[in-house]
């Protein structure tokens, strides 16, 4: 690059205007952190209480991220196009949000290593089985087993019509 394209870039107002523009989205991305700590900390909240999420305060988080990733695709130039306000908020890509479950108790026993020890080995190799995949369900029918021909069987007429 020669001194030439430095002066014309540097005279340029279109880079000193955008520059302005990342500074304004920069300071919106920090006030956008803070509110979604608080959506966070709100979300956690009614989980506690009402054992469900709030699903006004999921789209708005939703709506929220979709406007963080917009501005940052401006201020990384990968997008020209500049957020709110000066282009419509961003909707929620999830319409139904009843799909997304909320946190659930999970109810399952503990076996300590001493425990699973004082079981018989047999019972052991059978629960290793399972877990591995490797045991076939109950009522499985037992596949045949093929047999290999040697090479004098071939020459002997079959039994079998």
Do not use: H
Not at 11 to 17: A, D, I, L, R
């Amino acid at each position: 690059m020669n001194n030439d394209d430095l002066k014309r870039n540097l005279s340029s107002g279109n880079q000193w205007v955008r520059l302005i523009y990342m500074v304004l989205f920069a300071l919106c991305l920090q006030v956008a952190a803070w509110l979604l700590m608080a959506v966070v900390v709100l979300q956690f909240l009614f989980s506690i209480i009402n054992g469900k999420s709030n699903d006004n305060l999921r789209r708005f988080g939703d709506q929220l991220a979709s406007y963080v990733y917009q501005a940052i695709q401006f201020l990384i130039y990968n997008s020209n196009e500049k957020p709110f306000p000066f282009a419509e908020w961003p909707e929620s890509d999830v319409e139904d949000l009843s799909g997304y479950g909320a946190a659930e108790e999970v109810s399952a026993e503990v076996v300590s290593t001493e425990a699973k020890s004082e079981k018989g080995s047999s019972e052991d190799e059978a629960e290793d089985a399972i877990i591995l995949g490797s045991a076939e369900p109950e009522g499985a029918e037992e596949k045949p087993e093929l047999v290999e021909e040697s090479a004098d069987d071939a020459d002997k007429p079959s039994d079998k019509n």
